[in-house]
């Protein structure tokens, strides 16, 4: 079989859904052509389609050092290292790609969502719309222009790009769970559940759970924001109260206004969500579920003890509720934390950031005894050991 054959088979299996048999083609082809950049680069995308992100980067690293002016290979290598975080990297690797083939629309893309990915969203939506003129009907490039149009913040202009790529391609996944998020965004929460659950019946293999929990997360998070302000208040005015009972009053007012609006506010979210998300919420990873549980039983605590003290006006109630804000948080960034655990491009990040602290600590520790070494001999110079009593002088 040719390198061109293999290049072909490849691929179609990538396409289909079988990247594990893709791989086996590629590897076999690549044992009697170890310098062929093409099979290197497809190699990259179907080990980052297995999420073996450091691996799809050491394939990628092959490619172009086969091939250094193969655009492909810089665009491919790209992916891999925004999937592993490192988005400066990406944006110079895509930056090479669009530098090796700027009439090719893919480069453009590419370099978009690394840019995206850190945050430079002017220069990103910039990229996304320029690769798009190059291929206007193109669906990735509407994706990545509604992808980064939602990071942006312009929920509107994302839901316009996903719509139109939806048109083309109506059977797009991601174009659909994109497009169940911007529903999420706005609380339109029946419909999202409901494209979310699509979406997973038809990819039953890897369905997203994560996703399909967000009334839960989503509710959790906007609680942490306002919540944990208005409980400040409350517990404020209850301090003053002991001294000033006037304002003991006003407090239990909001307190109890608080708790309404909180209960409303969750009802308003998890009612239309039905059952699905409690159900996801067993399948995520253990630390996600854990911390999303504890959230929601301090919320109930804390709302407890804000019908409390409105209802009795003992002041310790309000600071036992304004006690909770600080696991609130620390749960939400356990919630954080849990949420990317079965990441592997997130993993790797975290080990090498924790590969640099061994490093910085080391030497960090090396640094320490060289500077005592140096105090120990400037003192020995400064203050010379008296010789023996009888010893010659």
């Not at 061109?4 to 990538?14: E, I, P, V």
């Not at 995206?116 to 994706?143: I, M, Q, T, W, Y």
């Not at 605590?301 to 948080?329: E, F, K, N, Q, S």
Request: with cysteine; glycine share 10%.
């Amino acid at each position: 079989m040719t390198g061109d054959d293999a290049y072909r088979q490849a691929r179609h299996l990538a396409e289909i859904g079988r990247p594990a048999e893709a791989e086996a083609r590629l590897r076999a082809a690549l044992a009697a052509g170890p310098a062929d950049a093409d099979l290197l680069t497809l190699l990259g995308y179907v080990l980052r389609q297995q999420r073996d992100y450091v691996a799809a980067l050491a394939a990628c690293d092959a490619a172009v050092a086969a091939g250094p002016r193969l655009a492909d290979a810089h665009a491919e290598r790209a992916e891999s290292l925004i999937a592993l975080i490192r988005d400066g990297d990406a944006v110079v690797a895509a930056g090479e790609a669009v530098r090796l083939a700027p009439h090719e629309p893919a480069g453009h893309l590419v370099l978009a969502r690394a840019l995206a990915a850190g945050r430079s969203f002017a220069d990103a939506r910039a990229a996304a719309r320029h690769g798009l003129a190059l291929a206007p009907r193109s669906v990735e490039g509407l994706l990545t222009l509604a992808e980064v149009e939602r990071n942006a913040g312009g929920r509107a202009a994302a839901e316009e790009a996903a719509r139109a790529a939806l048109a083309i391609d109506p059977a797009n996944a991601y174009g659909r769970w994109l497009l169940a998020m911007l529903d999420a965004e706005r609380l339109r929460v029946g419909r999202s559940m409901r494209a979310l659950r699509d979406v997973a019946r038809e990819n039953p293999a890897r369905p997203d759970v994560i996703s399909m929990t967000w009334p839960i997360r989503s509710l959790l998070s906007a609680l942490r924001r306002w919540f944990a302000v208005a409980v400040l208040l409350v517990a404020a005015g209850a301090l003053v109260a002991v001294w000033w009972p006037p304002a003991g009053t006003g407090g239990r007012i909001l307190a109890g206004l608080f708790a309404a609006v909180v209960a409303g506010f969750a009802a308003r979210v998890l009612i239309p969500a039905g059952r699905l998300p409690w159900r996801c919420l067993r399948l995520v990873p253990w630390l996600l579920r854990r911390a999303a549980r504890g959230a929601m039983v301090t919320v109930g605590v804390m709302v407890a003890l804000l019908i409390g003290y409105a209802v009795t006006g003992r002041w310790w109630a309000a600071v036992l509720a304004l006690a909770a804000v600080p696991v609130l948080w620390g749960l939400g960034l356990a919630e954080m934390l849990g949420a990317r655990l079965d990441d592997p491009g997130f993993l790797s990040a975290l080990k090498a950031l924790g590969g640099d602290f061994r490093d910085w600590g080391g030497e960090l520790g090396r640094w320490w005894q060289e500077t005592k070494r140096e105090l120990r001999e400037t003192w020995n110079d400064d203050n010379p050991v008296p010789p023996p009593p009888g010893a010659p002088r």
